[in-house]
C-alpha cells in the first residue's frame, strides 16, 4: 500500500506503552506503509524496540528493513536481534549482497551469523531454502491474499504459518484461503507441520518424509522457523544418497567422483581392499581345514566355487532389498526377527529349488548319488544363511551407529564364503564314505 501521512502521524502517535502491548498491531502498519517511510518510523524508535519489531514483521520485510538501515543505526539494533533469526533473514540474499550486508555488522557479530549460517553437509540446515512466504498466525485470510496479489509476488506451495515469535505452526495451502472466511486468522487454516530441526541428518529428514507430499519444514531448537526443504531438492538428496550407498557397500568413499584424481581413489579404496584380503584368507583358511577331504574326492574343488557363488547371490539379494528398505524407511532395526524370517524362508525355499538342478547336474557329471545329494543339502543350507546375514548385516551395523551401506557387500562376501565352505566340505566330511 502507498505511505500516508496519516500512517506516520498515528505511528508517531503511539507511544512505547502501546508498541509494548500491541506489538502486532505496529508491525501490520509498517508492512504497509513504503520502505523509506517505515525506515524512518523505525529508526525513531529506541534499539530493542526496533529489534523487536523487526523480529516480528514477516521475513521479506523484514530483510528489506534490515537492509535499508543506515548502518549506525543497524550496529545499534544487532545487539537486541535474535542472531539466528538474522542469519535466517541474511541467508535469502545472493552471496555478494549477504557478504556486503555481514561485512556492515563488524567481524564479531559477522563472524557469529557466518557460523550459524553454516550447517552440516546433509543436514536439514544445508539443504534448506530459506526464501519462503511466511505469515503470521494472527492474519487474516484477506490479509494473505492481498500479500500474495502484491506484484512480483509469486504464490509459494510451502507457505508456512508461524506464531508471533516464529515458532512454526504449520504449512498454509492457498486453497484453504479461498474458500476461508476473509476474517479468519490463518493460523486456524494451517495444516499440522511436518518440521525437522536445522541439525537433522539425511537420514532423519528422509525417515520424517515418509508419506509427505509437499516440503519439509526447517526449525531451530526452539521450534522457531528457518526455511523449507523443497520437495525437488529431497528427492535429488535422495538419489544422491542411493547413489553413494552402492559405492559404500564395495568400499568406496562417498566423496569419491568419477574424475577423482588417482591419488584420492587409492587413499579411499586402499584401506577397504585390505580388509577385503584379511577376510579373504579367513575364507581360505577354513577350505585348509578340510584338506585332507578334499585330497581323497578331488570332485570337491571343482563343486565349491558352485556353491559359494549360489549363496554369494542369494546373500547379495537379501541385502539389496533390506539397503532399499532402510533407505526408504520401509523396516525399522526393531523389525529384524520379522525381516530374517522372511529371508530365511526365501533362502530354502529357493535353496531346495536350486539344489534339485544342482544336484542332477552333478549326478549326470560324476556318476555319484551321494556326492549329488551332499552339494544339494549344502546349497540349501548356504543360501538360507546367506539371505539372512544379507538382511542382518545392514540392520546390525544401523544398530551400532554405523552406515548400514559401508562395505557391507565385503562382509557379506565373507559370511556367504565361510558358510558356502564349510557346510559342502563339513558333510562331505562326514559323508566321505558314500562320496
Do not use: C
Amino acid at each position: 500500500m502507498p505511505a500516508s501521512t496519516g500512517s506516520r502521524e498515528l505511528f508517531e502517535a503511539l507511544g512505547a506503552d502501546f508498541i509494548g502491548r500491541h506489538p502486532t498491531e505496529v508491525v501490520r502498519l509498517l508492512e504497509q506503509m513504503v520502505l523509506a517511510e517505515a525506515v524512518g518510523l523505525l529508526e525513531s524508535q529506541p534499539s530493542p524496540v526496533r529489534a523487536d519489531l523487526i523480529e516480528l514483521t514477516d521475513p521479506d520485510r523484514a530483510l528489506d528493513l534490515v537492509q535499508a538501515l543506515s548502518p549506525e543505526v543497524l550496529a545499534q539494533t544487532v545487539p537486541h536481534l535474535d542472531l539466528q533469526r538474522l542469519a535466517g533473514l541474511l541467508a535469502r540474499l545472493e552471496p555478494k549482497a549477504q557478504d556486503a550486508q555481514l561485512e556492515a555488522l563488524g567481524a564479531a557479530t559477522a563472524a557469529e551469523v557466518r557460523e550459524l549460517m553454516a550447517y552440516p553437509e546433509r543436514s536439514a540446515g544445508a539443504l534448506m531454502d530459506p526464501r519462503i512466504l511466511v505469515f503470521r498466525s494472527d492474519e487474516t485470510a484477506d490479509e494473505v491474499l492481498a500479500k500474495l496479489r502484491r506484484p512480483g509476488r509469486e504464490v509459494d506451495e510451502d507457505m508456512q504459518v508461524v506464531h508471533p515469535d516464529g515458532k512454526l505452526i504449520g504449512r498454509l495451502a492457498v486453497q484453504s484461503l479461498i474458500s476461508a472466511d476473509p476474517q479468519a486468522p490463518v493460523g486456524g487454516l494451517a495444516r499440522p507441520p511436518v518440521a525437522v530441526t536445522s541439525t537433522a541428518n539425511l537420514d532423519e529428514i528422509l525417515e520424517t518424509s515418509a508419506g509427505a507430499n509437499s516440503g519439509i519444514s526447517v526449525v531451530d531448537i526452539d521450534g522457531r522457523l528457518l526455511g523449507v526443504i523443497r520437495r525437488n531438492r529431497l528427492t535429488s538428496a535422495a538419489e544422491q544418497e542411493a547413489s553413494t550407498d552402492l559405492q559404500a557397500m564395495v568400499g568406496v568413499s562417498r566423496e569419491e567422483r568419477a574424475l577423482s584424481s588417482p591419488g584420492f581413489a587409492v587413499r579411499k579404496r586402499l584401506p577397504w581392499l585390505f580388509i577385503n584380503l584379511a577376510t579373504a584368507f579367513l575364507a581360505a583358511s577354513v577350505v585348509g581345514f578340510f584338506e585332507s577331504t578334499i585330497a581323497q574326492v578331488t570332485a570337491l574343488a571343482v563343486l565349491l566355487p558352485v556353491v559359494a557363488g549360489q549363496s554369494g547371490n542369494s546373500g547379495s539379494q537379501a541385502l539389496a532389498v533390506a539397503m532399499r528398505g532402510l533407505a526408504l524407511r520401509e523396516v525399522r532395526i526393531s523389525q529384524w526377527r520379522r525381516l530374517g524370517s522372511k529371508e530365511l524362508v526365501v533362502g530354502v525355499v529357493n535353496g531346495v529349488a536350486i539344489a534339485v538342478v544342482t544336484a542332477i547336474g552333478v549326478i549326470i557329471w560324476s556318476g555319484s548319488v551321494g556326492l549329488g545329494l551332499v552339494i544339494a543339502a549344502a546349497m540349501v543350507i548356504s543360501m538360507a544363511m546367506a539371505g539372512l546375514a544379507g538382511a542382518g548385516i545392514p540392520l546390525a551395523l544401523k544398530a551400532f551407529g554405523q552406515d548400514p551401506a559401508q562395505s557391507s557387500s565385503i562382509f557379506l562376501t565373507t559370511v556367504t564364503d565361510i558358510v558356502g565352505f564349510v557346510s559342502f566340505l563339513g558333510l562331505a566330511s562326514v559323508f566321505a564314505d558314500v562320496l
